[in-house]
């Protein structure tokens, strides 16, 4: 296995329209191309493998936020966190590998899903019209 490959587990916890997140999570995160492998491990845990020259953890739990899930916020899940993101952070400065999240990191990670759903970003008029101007 190459060593820029990571496995982590991201947990979920709170309120929620569903009770259990982790299969929801699983299914976006199986569809991006940032992510190698999906797995859901209970009810609010989800195991995902990621390359780190692509994407951290710190990226794909702020994406999952951005998207709605409500994440483990737990003494020892922002332990975890801290130490992935120092980790993987230290490993990217090493590599020479810039982060490319900007605020924006669920339309990085999640661009086919995006694409496929109806978010109100694209233009119901004729071409004609839109170049009117």
């Known amino acids: 296995m190459d060593s820029t490959v990571r496995t ?3 947990i979920f916890r709170g309120p929620h329209q ?3 997140q982790a299969p929801s999570a699983a299914l976006l995160l199986a569809d991006s191309p940032m992510v190698s492998e999906v797995s859901v491990a209970g009810p609010n845990r989800v195991l995902a493998s990621y390359d780190l020259r692509e994407v951290t953890f710190s990226e794909i739990e702020s994406a999952l936020e951005e998207l709605g899930f409500h994440l483990d916020n737990s003494l020892l899940t922002r332990l ?3 130490y ?3 980790c993987e952070e ?3 400065a090493n590599m020479q590998v810039s ?4 605020g924006h990191c669920a339309r990085r990670i999640f ?3 995006y694409q496929q759903s109806e978010h109100g970003c694209r233009d119901q008029r004729p071409s004609h019209w839109r170049s009117y101007w």
């Open 8 to 10: 982590r587990e991201f």
């Open 84 to 86: 992935y993101a120092y």
């Open 99 to 102: 982060s490319n999240c900007f």
């Open 18 to 20: 569903e009770r259990d």
């Open 80 to 82: 975890r966190r801290a």
């Open 111 to 113: 661009v086919r899903h």
């Open 90 to 92: 230290t490993r990217r």
